[in-house]
């Protein structure tokens, strides 16, 4: 694996939660498939694709709710 990155799933906001949510996914791909000349090669493709895309806010989505689950959904 990698270097550490995360360390907390805790944020101050909501935005910032969507965009841990965000870095969550697009990490998740770039595990999945650490080759970036492949990657770089497939996004035409799924760039294009309304399925895949649908998929990919799918995924954000779900990470979202576990950061917002984590931070008590930012109630104080």
Same mark, same amino acid.
């Given at each position: &694996?990698?270097? =550490? @990155?995360? &360390?907390?799933?805790?944020?101050? =906001?909501?935005?910032?939660?969507?965009?841990?949510?965000?870095?969550?996914?697009?990490?998740?791909?770039?595990? =999945?498939?650490?080759? =970036?000349?492949?990657?770089?090669?497939?996004?035409?493709?799924?760039?294009?694709?309304?399925?895949?895309?649908?998929?990919?806010?799918?995924?954000?989505?779900?990470?979202?709710?576990?950061?917002?689950?984590?931070?008590?959904? @930012?109630?104080?």
């Amino acid at each position: &694996m990698a270097d =550490t @990155w995360l &360390m907390s799933l805790i944020t101050d =906001t909501p935005q910032q939660g969507y965009e841990l949510a965000i870095t969550l996914s697009r990490r998740g791909v770039k595990y =999945t498939q650490p080759d =970036t000349e492949v990657l770089h090669k497939l996004r035409p493709e799924y760039a294009n694709d309304h399925a895949a895309l649908t998929a990919a806010s799918q995924v954000i989505a779900i990470n979202f709710q576990t950061v917002a689950a984590a931070n008590n959904y @930012w109630r104080k």
